[in-house]
Structure formats: C-alpha cells, structure tokens
C-alpha cells in the first residue's frame, strides 16, 4: 500500500509544518512544527487550512534515501552541467513529474542519481527565483 503523508507551507510564517490530520468538512488543518520534540510530546495546533500550502509526499527518495515531496528541488548531472527539477503533481497525467524550469517533464519513478537540495517555499533562489 502507498504511504500517505503530507506536509504544508504555512504561508503566514513562513516555515514548514508537519500535517497531522486534515479535516476537510471544516477546512482545518491539525498541524506540528518540524520539530521531533514537539511532534513526540504531543505539542499541535489547528489552523485553517487556507493559510497552507499542502504538499504531498511522493513516495520516492532520492540517492541519499531523503524522502522526495512535492515541490522540492532536485538537482542532477547532465555531463558536468547540473540540472535542477521540481516534483509536482501533473493532473493530465495522474503523477508526480520532475518539471525543469524550462517546462521540461521527466518521470519521477525512477530518480536514480538525483538529491533534493531545497523546495520552491524555503530554497526559490536555487531556481533563479528571488520570490
């Protein structure tokens, strides 16, 4: 069976939360910081869902063994030139792709060779984005 787990942006302060339940019919989220300590001893809050941005994981670790989520940053080797990729969820596919920031789509099921080195949220100048 496929392993579920989320994480999300908190967009209002601007760090990663871990997702401990989603409740959809009230659109709250029940959340820990990324923080083992917090997480062990039970310290959550809930928020509303929209000041988050939901990320999934992919099922897929990179060459180190890091889990691979959506929207991390992965950086590869074309000859000695690195090429940097975002996981995302591609709908007209029913996947989770590996997009450069070209637009250029490969298949995620194999990332052999590849790290994570950021995600768009914390690391955006590893994609040029000065966001």
């Avoid at 001893?41 to 809930?46: A, L």
């Avoid at 997009?99 to 768009?120: D, F, H, S």
Wanted: glycine share 6%; hydrophobic share 35%; proline share 4%.
């Amino acid at each position: 069976m496929r392993e579920l787990k989320f994480r999300a942006w908190d967009k209002r302060e601007k760090r990663m939360v871990i997702v401990l339940a989603i409740n959809f019919n009230t659109n709250f989220l029940h959340y820990a910081l990324d923080n083992s300590w917090e997480v062990k001893y039970g310290k959550s809050y809930w928020s509303d869902i929209y000041n988050f941005e939901l990320m999934q994981y992919t099922g897929f670790k990179d060459k180190y063994g890091k889990e691979i989520w959506e929207g991390d940053i992965l950086e590869g080797r074309n000859n000695p030139k690195p090429v940097y990729y975002v996981a995302k969820w591609i709908d007209r596919l029913a996947s989770f792709r590996l997009v450069t920031p070209e637009g250029y789509e490969i298949n995620l099921a194999y990332p052999t060779g590849l790290e994570v080195i950021g995600n768009i949220y914390e690391n955006p100048e590893l994609l040029g984005d000065e966001k």
